[in-house]
């Protein structure tokens, strides 16, 4: 009879149960107010005695649930207070009631959210198969489906010894009921979520679960949920992960994908939301997939125009101006920048109109020892100078010579930054005024550094050599090289792959070859093979401009 009459209720209740059949507590509280207590939980008088000589457990439970099934009463917080196992077994006993399944849902996902023991009970008590029978049979009801899903998502995250949560749903058909959970409540924002959140959990790295869900449909659902709550953020984000990770190695997904209008889709999602750093960040890293090593999926990309007339290109440019800060964004909008323009002349055109140079080195400025950062720049730079000469003066100009061969330094250890920044330096050594001034920034030394470290690695060795071979059309350097030791080391690698078939190994011997001649030629211009110069290799690239260095 206290004015929170649910709390006073249950607390009587509590106090009855501890005590069972106290013989002197039964007449202190009264007939009235035990018929008021039990009544509260859905008990009528006649049922008292039997009901005395329960467990609180037992009691407490099986009146909820009795309650909900009879008269679809929300009781949510005194369900909770049953917990975990009594919850499961009260919809095991009511499997055909809505309200006890939707109801028990929500329950169990406030009880196991972040405590790993009602997780642990919850599977011990049969709760998943419970959760995908009640999805199964209730698939219609949105509470169902949304926090079904939660929970399916709360169990792929366990993991013990003997124990694998993403295994264990997967083997029960999880796939399965988020397919029918997502179809049935297209416009449930807070089930898709909940449904995108499983799927990036079960098929994080895992092709056999990716080929599964494949299979299952999960492809268009998910690019459905993207395109449907386009404007809701955490939804969006959460969809856009979820493509990424279903589209990261599986061609079939990523065409899906592509051939559903999605590039276009994740583009828009980037300009409704600019500011949202989880949104962009999570679009550019699916569109990275989404366009690298596909020329028709990147024409896709460069291809898409929006209202304002403007394009892609404007959308990275305008999101590293945003989030300039933050390495993940700028180092996947890097990479796009550079996926464009290796594989489309117009895109290379325009980020050269719109200054991308200078917004490339200021990256590379902002982040020196980002590693992807550095290495995105380089790839990205390398194109743009590799067949537009005012381009180059413009890299070197603005201290990009500089930079590019700080991270050649900074980074030996790392093959991938190498390799970028070599093929960086393979385009602005093509240039005379720009190979001196390479000469004076020590070159010579870091190349070799970079040769000695990576003596195996036969794509820095042909880089590097490329790079000598351009530094030798100039007379006066060439006695510097061979004082630095570039005969020997050169001689050295070599000898290293003599007889060897590997890719890219006899591109490598001819380049060397090249050096080792022209190191040793007399200084008479006209004796240069010019077949094998660098500016032969810039006349190449201006006749076909696609035919960019890799």
Known sequence: KSENQDGGQLAVCKLLMAEERNPLL???????????????????????????????????????????????????????????????????????????????????????????????????????????????????????????????????????????????????????????????????????????????????????????????????????????????????????????????????????????????????VINAHPNRAGVVEHALTCLCILVSNS????????????????????????????HGSSIDIVEHALYLLYLMAYNSLTSRAEIRQR?????????????????????????????????DRATKAGVAALGGSDLILQALQTHLMHESVQHACLLSIVSLSVAPTIREALIRLGITDALLNTMRQHNAHVLILLYACWTFENLCLDDEVRPGLLAAGVNSMVTECLVRFQGSTAPNTDDFRARAETVLRLLHAPPAPSRLPRMLTAESLEQCLGMASRCVLM
């Open 26 to 268: 039964v007449p202190a509280l009264g007939e009235d107010n035990l018929s008021l207590t039990f009544s509260a939980l859905g008990y009528h008088e006649d049922r008292l005695a039997e009901t005395a000589t329960e467990t609180r457990g037992q009691v407490h439970t099986r009146s909820i649930f009795d309650k909900l099934a009879d008269d679809d009463e929300d009781r949510l917080g005194a369900m909770v207070k049953c917990g975990v196992a009594s919850i499961l077994e009260g919809m095991v006993a009511h499997r055909q009631s809505v309200n006890v399944q939707a109801l028990g849902c929500e329950s169990l996902v406030l009880l196991t959210s972040s405590n790993e023991e009602n997780r642990d009970i919850l599977l011990a008590h049969d709760g998943l198969a419970i959760i995908i029978d009640t999805v199964r049979n209730h698939a219609t009801n949105v509470s169902v489906a949304k926090y079904s899903c939660w929970l399916l998502y709360f169990i792929a995250c366990v993991w013990r010894p003997n124990f694998d949560g993403r295994v264990a749903v997967v083997n029960a058909g999880g796939i399965d009921v988020l397919a029918l959970a997502m179809s049935k409540h297209v416009y449930s924002a807070e089930t898709q979520e909940h449904a995108c959140w499983t799927i990036d959990k079960l098929a994080r790295n895992n092709m056999a679960v990716k080929n599964l869900m494949a299979k299952k449909g999960l492809v268009p659902l998910v690019l459905t949920a993207l395109r449907t709550h386009a404007a809701l953020e955490y939804p969006s984000e959460w969809s856009l992960k979820a493509l990424a990770v279903l589209a990261a190695g599986h061609e079939h997904a990523k065409n899906e994908i592509a051939g559903s209008d999605g590039i276009p889709i994740i583009f828009a």
């Open 295 to 322: 020329p028709p999926r990147c024409a896709a990309t460069v291809g898409v125009r929006f209202q304002n007339g403007q394009g892609p290109s404007d959308t990275v440019f305008a999101v590293l101006q945003r």
């Open 355 to 387: 200054d991308g140079v200078p917004v490339i080195l200021s990256a590379m400025r902002a982040f020196p020892d980002a590693l992807d950062v550095q290495q995105n720049s380089c790839l990205a730079l390398h194109v743009l100078m590799s067949d």
